[in-house]
């Protein structure tokens, strides 16, 4: 199947995606914020810059576009066209995500994917990032410097 755009178009057209502050993940920091949880974003000192993190419960949340981080589902299904271009760089894409969270666990961290998919239901990821989180509210800060 062709593309219905020029390849310029296209190309212009996924150069304007962003990698931060997509709306999925400013959904899921609205959703914790109501939930009374305090965090942080983007930390670059971290393997793969997670979206969100807790630094004193020492848990990352990455927030992931189903198409860019090919996620299988009917948003993440790989183009039809040019797919010499996009399979190779999709399945890069996934095994980055991959070393990214291996690197954090293997850190001492608790990570979590939150699909783009996944926001459709609200009340769902509400329950799993709790029961991934804990209660909200204050937590033991590590003031020993091990890896906060």
């Not at 899921?28 to 974003?41: A, D, K, M, S």
């Not at 998919?117 to 804990?134: M, N, P, T, V």
Request: charged residues 25%; aromatic residues 8%.
């Amino acid at each position: 199947m062709a593309d219905n755009r020029s390849q310029e178009s296209r190309s212009a057209l996924m150069a304007r995606i962003g990698s931060k502050h997509t709306v999925p993940e400013l959904t899921v920091r609205r959703l914790l914020h109501g939930l009374g949880y305090r965090f942080r974003l983007h930390r670059r000192d971290l393997p793969g810059k997670p979206d969100i993190v807790l630094p004193g419960r020492r848990k990352a949340i990455f927030v992931h576009g189903c198409f860019w981080h090919a996620h299988g589902c009917k948003i993440g299904q790989p183009p039809k066209s040019r797919p010499d271009f996009w399979l190779p760089k999709l399945a890069r894409n996934r095994a980055r995500d991959l070393a990214n969270v291996e690197s954090l666990q293997a850190a001492g961290w608790d990570v979590d994917v939150v699909w783009q998919c996944e926001i459709k239901d609200l009340g769902a990821l509400k329950q799993r990032l709790h029961s991934f989180l804990g209660p909200p509210g204050k937590f033991p800060i590590d003031l020993t410097g091990s890896g906060c």
